[in-house]
Nanobody, 121 residues
Framework: QVQLVESGGGLAQAGGSLRLSCAVS????????MAWFRQAPGKEREFVAG???????IYADSVKGRFAISGDNVRNTVYVQMNSLKPEDTAVYYC???????????????WGKGTQVTVSP
């Protein structure tokens, strides 16, 4: 059984940075395509960033150029570095894993419980 545990959330000011971590246990994260999603109050959970098994990365237009996803095989952890944060980035951020090739929410097989990110103006 694969488990995903997010950490690193918190409060940041607009323009600031945070780095979220997703610790993977039960299997190597490189066996999966890994993704970050987020869900703001009253909104649907949306895709933020993904890293494929080959290492390629993909981003939502809203975070392109500001967020960077990466993985550490030694720590079996996936990160998302979030820079130039905006109040609209406020959400619960979730780590997810899939054996498939779709980045859709319903294509993810495993989910973490999420970590709150709040960006103040």
């Amino acid at each position: 059984q694969v488990q995903l545990v997010e950490s690193g959330g918190g409060l940041a000011q607009a323009g600031g940075s945070l780095r979220l971590s997703c610790a993977v246990s039960g299997r190597s994260f490189s066996d999966y395509a890994m993704a970050w999603f987020r869900q703001a109050p009253g909104k649907e959970r949306e895709f933020v960033a993904g890293i494929g098994r080959s290492g390629f990365t993909i981003y939502a237009d809203s975070v392109k150029g500001r967020f960077a996803i990466s993985g550490d095989n030694v720590r079996n952890t996936v990160y998302v570095q979030m820079n130039s944060l905006k109040p609209e980035d406020t959400a619960v951020y979730y780590c997810a894993a899939t054996l498939g090739s779709r980045w859709a929410r319903d294509g993810m097989k495993y989910w973490g419980k999420g970590t709150q990110v709040t960006v103040s103006p």
